[in-house]
């Protein structure tokens, strides 16, 4: 079975703090994903990287950065957490069409 | 880029009828069309996709049909039970390449009523 993990299930944090979100895959994937869900908008692609160091912003990286050093884990950079930032955050992975999620980070920004 | 529409916003249906989540896409380069449902505190997971080149796709209860001159794509369920209440989410991508990048749909709560 796939398996992607992430670091936190759920995180609180500070306006204007440096978050790290975490996500690992252990199925050897080239690609890796990070969405943000809200309700009523559904998942939004914030980034995504295809091989390691690679790295193509999705449809709403403002206020995000990402981190792929090695091959099975994807990181996400919130450089200055904003209360808009408030969300559900997945990672995924596939190696071909299918996508495979994490199970996610709550995150809160107070 | 792809833009994906997703109706019903909330479907509820009694059990045993059946369910319908439309969703329509604006690339028509598009050609690989999932479908990921997410219960409630798990994680999505992809309950069947469809390719352009295939017009409908069953798997037991569930089906997908494609009409790509309308660029149109409707998940149907049969026989609900209450398990499948749940987030739908549609999605389109042009695969392969690109990083084969989803865009999803809004999403569907489905409440099956006993």
């Known amino acids: 079975d796939v398996k992607v993990t992430q670091s936190s299930r759920y995180l609180v944090k500070r306006t204007g703090e440096k978050v790290f979100l975490e996500c690992v895959q252990d199925m050897d994937h080239e690609n890796m994903f990070w969405y943000r869900q809200d309700p009523g908008l559904g998942l939004r692609l914030i980034y995504f990287?295809?091989?390691?160091?690679?790295?193509e912003k999705g449809d709403i990286p403002e206020g995000y950065s990402v981190s792929r050093e090695k091959k099975e884990r994807f990181s996400l950079i919130l450089e200055s957490a904003s209360t808009n930032q408030t969300s559900m955050y997945l990672c995924?992975?596939?190696?071909?069409?299918?996508?495979?999620f994490g199970p996610g980070t709550r995150l809160l920004v107070l | 880029g792809e833009n994906v529409e997703q109706h019903p916003s909330t479907l509820s249906v009694q059990e045993g009828d059946s369910a319908v989540i439309k969703c329509t896409y604006s690339d028509s380069a598009s050609n690989y069309f999932p479908w990921y449902k997410q219960e409630l505190g798990k994680r999505p997971q992809l309950i069947i996709d469809?390719?352009?080149?295939?017009g409908e796709k069953k798997d037991q209860r569930i089906a997908v049909t494609l009409n790509k001159t309308a660029k149109h794509f409707s998940l149907h369920i049969t026989e609900t039970q209450p398990e499948d209440s749940a987030v739908y989410f549609c999605?389109?991508?042009?695969?392969?390449?690109?990083?084969?990048?989803?865009?999803f749909g809004t999403g569907t709560q489905l409440k099956v009523e006993l």
């Open positions: 995924a992975s596939s190696r071909r069409e299918t996508q495979y």
């Open positions: 469809i390719r352009s080149n295939v």
């Open positions: 999605a389109a991508s042009k695969a392969p390449g690109g990083g084969n990048k989803l865009t």
């Open positions: 990287s295809y091989d390691v160091k690679m790295k």
